[in-house]
T-cell receptor, first 114, second 109 residues
Framework: ETGVTQSPTHLIKTRGQQVTLRCSSQ?????VSWYQQALGQGPQFIFQ???????GRGNFPPRFSGLQFPNYSSELNVNALELDDSALYLC?????????????FGDGTRLSIL | GQNIDQPTEMTATEGAIVQINCTYQ??????LFWYQQHAGEAPTFLSY????GLEEKGRFSSFLSRSKGYSYLLLKELQMKDSASYLC??????????FGAGTTVTVRA
């Protein structure tokens, strides 16, 4: 069983740039959620994708957007990068939505904004 | 809004027991998860509670009281590899999982 994989592992950008992060879900999982984790904090929910549609969103501005593809992989796009966007970005996949199935996390992408 | 509180740090000796408390006030409740996260790694699932009571899984147990908005994770027979951050997370609805800031547990020999 292949777990959740994310790319790239690390990324350095400057203010105002745009970034795309990628996630391949665990086999058999059709739901993908994205989280932002600042140093010393718990993950903060950005949004969730199910059946290629965004079906829930946290308290993040519209410059955070995403996609889910027919194979259930997903992208997180962030425009107009700000210094506060420096964080670990985690992707998690699960089977269905609203069930007791746990979310399985990838190792994350460490994004640094200079 | 949501408020999920857990202690910042705990230290215990190898072989001992540690209890990590979590209190929550959230707009909805559809289950509570505990995750373990080693430094620089992904969170890994430990336990899930949706009904009141104790769930036991080997050395780890988790308890939930919905009326009190309270949960704890009990780690028994501590090992050095249990040194990690432990995250309490509440599923507020069908899609949103809200996390506490995490409790860093340090196990000493």
């Amino acid at each position: 069983e292949t777990g959740v994989t994310q790319s790239p592992t690390h990324l350095i950008k400057t203010r105002g740039q745009q970034v795309t992060l990628r996630c391949s879900s665990q086999s058999g999982h059709n739901t993908v959620s994205w989280y932002q984790q600042a140093l010393g904090q718990g993950p903060q929910f950005i949004f969730q994708y199910y059946r290629e549609e965004e079906n829930g969103r946290g308290n993040f501005p519209p410059r955070f957007s995403g996609l889910q593809f027919p194979n259930y992989s997903s992208e997180l796009n962030v425009n107009a990068l700000e210094l506060d966007d420096s964080a670990l970005y985690l992707c998690a996949s699960s089977k269905g939505q609203g069930t007791n199935q746990p979310q399985h996390f990838g190792d994350g992408t460490r994004l640094s904004i200079l | 809004g949501q408020n999920i509180d857990q202690p910042t740090e705990m230290t215990a000796t190898e072989g001992a027991i540690v209890q990590i408390n979590c209190t929550y006030q959230t707009s909805g409740f559809n289950g509570l998860f505990w995750y373990q996260q080693h430094a620089g790694e992904a969170p890994t699932f430990l336990s899930y509670n949706v009904l009141d009571g104790l769930e036991e899984k080997g050395r780890f147990s988790s308890f939930l009281s919905r009326s009190k908005g309270y949960s704890y994770l009990l780690l028994k027979e501590l090992q050095m590899k249990d040194s990690a951050s432990y995250l309490c997370a509440v599923r507020e609805n069908d899609y949103k999982l809200s996390f506490g800031a995490g409790t860093t547990v340090t196990v000493r020999a």
